[in-house]
Every structure is written in C-alpha cells, then in structure tokens.
C-alpha cells in the first residue's frame, strides 16, 4: 500500500515498548507517509528523540513549553496536521489522561484537541492491563470512536506472562492503512478474491492438487481491504494468516471453491480469481484407502468446473471480472483467448518458468492484460508491490 502525502502522526509514550516503533515509523516513511513523532518526556527514557528525528527528517517535539521561543500554538498545530494519530505505545498513564481530558503533556494536549481518528497500540504489563480502571479507560476511548488495536498474549519484557504486549508494527501499520483506506477508491465496493490451490481427492489420504501458495491472493486480497473495500476471500489450504479485517471462507475442492464464490458474486463488484483451481479432479474418489500395488494404477480424471467460464456465461451483470493466466510458454497468446473465452474485463499473466515469478515465490512478474485492447507489464516486485499495482490498473483513473 501507497501512503503518498498522508500524514501521520506517531505519538510514543513511555513504555518499553517504544523501541518497535522506530520500525513502525520506518514502514511507514518506507511506504510514503509523511511522520511526525511527537514524544512525552518519559518515552524519551525509552528511545531518544534523535531516532525519531533521523528516520522522519523532522525535530520531535516533546515539552509543552519549550526553552526556545515559538510562535503560535504548537499544540493546536500538530493536532490538526495529521490525517491519523497514532498512539505507539500507549501507556496506562496517557490511555487515563485522555480518556479523563488531562492535558498535562504535549502530546495528551494534541489528542485532546484533535478532530482526526487516533489508533492507540496499548502495551503494558498484564497485571497493569487487566486493571478495572485501565480497561474502562480504554472503553471511554473506544466509546469516543478512538480505535484500540489488539495487545498480544505473552512473555513480558518484566518476564511475567499474559495479555498487554503492545501490538506487533506490522499490524499497527495494517490498521493505520486500513483507517486511511476507509476514504479509499474501493470504499462501499464489495471485492471477491480467490487464492491458493484447490485439492481433488483420490482417496481419504492422497489428492491432486498444484503448487499455488495463495500468496499473490491473499496480497490482492490485503490491498483490497487497505483500499477500503469490503473484502471476502475463498482459499484454499495455504499456510498463510488471514489478513485482518478480511472474511475468509476456507474450502479444499474446486466445487467448493465455486459455490462459495457464487454466494457472494451477487452484489459483488469485483470478482478477481487469483486462485488455481484444479483442472482435473479423479473420476472417482475412494472411500477407502488405496492399496499399494506393484503393478502401478491409472488414475481416470475429468474436467473440473470452469467458475470464471460459469459466471461470466449465466451471471455476470456489472461486476467486473479478473482473472489469472499462468503459462509456461506464448503466455500472452494464450491469455488473450482466456480473456475473450471467459468474457473477463482484465487478465493477469504470469510465466511459471520465469525467474522471480509464478507460484510460491515471494516475488512476481506479471503483464495485465485489458480487454480495451490495453496492457501493463510489471517487472519483478513483492507480490504486494504486485497486487497494489493491479489494484492500480484495475481502478478507474478518477478513483485512484
Ligand atoms: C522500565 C519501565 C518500563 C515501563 N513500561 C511501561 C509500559 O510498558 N507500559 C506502561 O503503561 N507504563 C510503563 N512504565 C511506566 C510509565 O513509564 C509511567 O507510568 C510514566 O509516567 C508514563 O508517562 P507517559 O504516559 O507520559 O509517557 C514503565 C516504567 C519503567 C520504569
């Protein structure tokens, strides 16, 4: 995800924690954002302003009155700045003085006068967290529309265990791109997207399938949902984590992977179909265990359903289509045909045998095709890059 000239602006108060989020700023001025960290006097026993100030380019403001003269209203300022704040970690002391409307620092000043969301990252010891008090302050928050990312389970830097560890970066940077993409080209749009290989089973213990991962799916689907979009995903079995905010029905035969497509293709307004369905599944599937035997066996198979060929023939009104093209030779040929055959809006090919690109990898090479007659190639990225770049093409202009 793009966060080309959104601001935001990272509030750090004093937990231990404060060291993740100089990885945190990190992915965000990686992915274009503009920071701004503003820091109260105890976070600064963590991690020193001067991190802060090398990965942003910008002096982090801590003192409410500071020795050097200023005019204006600094306070205000920064309050109204940002696009989001974003509270990393959130000390049970700023999480009271908030949710209480205190203004005894700073940065507590600059979310009490802010009109944006703020997305706190509460990190504390259990004990500290379990606290009745601390928990109906951050209901206050929540209660105030505030938005509290998840505490993670576990060891604690006091070495006791349970809930209070502060959110992994990763995620916080998830929620910060979902918020940002509720304004975003695909909000009140409804995406279907489809990942990962589907099985065909032989008997109880053996089945045919392909060697899709899912990864180039569950990205597109990632990248939908950062865009704001109302997103269901239908995988297959993959060793993947469900993105957050995403809703994921999980089958194993392509038969399932179709039904479960054709529930939600209704009011979907777009379908894309990045999974590898089988094309082939056994004629008969066994009850019971094949025997081995020395003699070998045949295995009869028989065409699967075709889903894009299916709806795109009985249902498809506005909802536009995307499907995937995976070849290992004249790809862009073939795809054209798929294109045409299946009646889709757009086509995504990609070469099995290219270097960096296909299945499993982390990587892609892809050309999208249109069925205006234009295209995109994109030359090898992370299949995020990859799925922002699709959204991207597939997205009217005026929306993006
Ligand atoms: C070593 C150490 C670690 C601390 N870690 C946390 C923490 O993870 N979460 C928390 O809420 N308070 C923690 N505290 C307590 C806060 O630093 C303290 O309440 C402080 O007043 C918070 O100030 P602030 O909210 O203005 O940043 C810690 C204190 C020390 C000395």
């Given at each position: ?17 404060a060291y993740?989020?100089?990885y ?18 105890a976070a600064?026993k ?11 380019d ?34 049970a ?27 706190w990252a ?20 929540q ?52 990942a ?12 045919i ?13 990632r ?11 239908v ?57 081995k ?38 790809e ?26 296909g ?27 990859i799925?922002?770049?699709?959204w ?9």
């Amino acid at each position: 995800m793009k966060l080309t000239n959104r601001k935001i602006l990272i509030g750090i108060s004093g937990g231990i924690a404060a060291y993740k989020s100089a990885y945190l700023v990190r992915l965000l001025v990686k992915a274009g954002a503009e920071v701004q960290v503003v820091m109260t006097e105890a976070a600064t026993k963590f991690i020193t302003p001067l991190t802060f100030e090398a990965l942003t380019d910008r002096e982090v403001p801590v003192e409410m009155f500071p020795k050097d003269r200023f005019a204006g209203t600094h306070h205000i300022s920064y309050s109204k700045w940002p696009d989001l704040i974003v509270v990393s970690p959130a000390t049970a002391d700023l999480i009271a003085q908030v949710s209480h409307g205190f203004c005894s620092s700073l940065l507590a000043t600059i979310i009490c006068a802010t009109q944006r969301k703020v997305i706190w990252a509460p990190s504390m010891n259990e004990g500290m967290f379990a606290n009745p008090t601390v928990q109906k302050n951050i209901e206050t928050l929540q209660a105030m529309g505030h938005v509290m990312a998840d505490v993670g389970v576990g060891e604690m830097a006091c070495k006791s265990y349970g809930a209070g560890r502060m959110a992994e970066p990763e995620d916080i940077f998830e929620l910060i791109a979902a918020e940002i993409g509720r304004g975003g080209p695909l909000a009140g749009k409804k995406v279907v997207v489809t990942a990962g290989a589907c099985r065909e089973s032989i008997d109880p213990v053996r089945f045919i399938s392909n060697r899709s991962s899912g990864k180039m799916g569950y990205a597109l689907a990632r990248e939908a949902e950062r865009l704001g979009g109302e997103v269901h995903l239908v995988a297959g079995p993959v060793s993947l984590e469900d993105p957050p905010g995403v809703k994921v029905a999980k089958i194993e035969t392509t038969e399932q992977m179709a039904q479960a497509v054709e529930a939600e293709f209704a009011d979907a307004d777009f379908l894309v179909m990045a999974a590898a369905p089988a094309d082939y599944k056994p004629a008969i599937s066994f009850d019971q265990k094949i025997k081995k035997c020395d003699k070998g066996m045949k295995v009869e198979l028989v065409p699967t359903v075709d889903i894009l060929m299916k709806l795109s023939a009985n249902r498809k009104e506005s909802q536009v289509m995307v499907g995937f093209s995976l070849e290992t030779e004249n790809e862009i040929e073939n795809s054209k045909k798929k294109l045409k055959a299946k009646n889709l809006d757009f086509i995504v090919v990609n070469n099995a045998n290219e270097d960096g690109a296909g299945f499993d990898g982390d990587t892609n090479r892809v050309t999208i095709l249109s069925k205006s007659g234009d295209s995109l190639a994109v030359d090898k990225a992370p299949k995020d890059e990859i799925a922002a770049r699709i959204w991207e093409y597939i997205l009217p202009s005026d929306s993006n």
